[in-house]
Nanobody, 115 residues
Framework: QVQLVESGGGLVQPGGSLRLSCAAS????????MRWYRQAPGKERELVAA????????TYADSVKGRFTISRDNAKNTVYLQMNNLKSEDTAVYYC????????WGQGTQVTVSS
């Protein structure tokens, strides 16, 4: 079955950096686009970044452009989200997502940006 396991979240001060990882199994990873979403308390889940399967083309939410970078390592079946210059409004649970017929989600990893 499809499994997505996120890691790398934590507490960081404003202006700091974190790198999230999502390890995928149960899919032909290199054939699937991958996405990172986030959900802050009391808010809807929103798409943060996406990367295509073959060409690795990337798209970002306007709120994170220039600060976040999504990347993938097909040899490791892993997608990453490098987050720089973090702001308090980036505080959320971050989820990895893939579509293979149905949508699949990881368990999420908490990112808290606070001084």
């Amino acid at each position: 079955q499809v499994q997505l396991v996120e890691s790398g979240g934590g507490l960081v001060q404003p202006g700091g950096s974190l790198r999230l990882s999502c390890a995928a199994s149960g899919i032909t990873f290199s054939s699937h686009g991958m996405r990172w979403y986030r959900q802050a308390p009391g808010k809807e889940r929103e798409l943060v970044a996406a990367i295509t399967s073959v060409r690795g083309l990337t798209t970002y939410a306007d709120s994170v452009k220039g600060r976040f970078t999504i990347s993938r390592d097909n040899a490791k079946n892993t997608v990453y989200l490098q987050m720089n210059n973090l702001k308090s409004e980036d505080t959320a649970v971050y989820y990895c997502n893939v579509v293979q017929g149905s949508q699949y989600w990881g368990q999420g990893t908490q990112v808290t940006v606070s001084s």
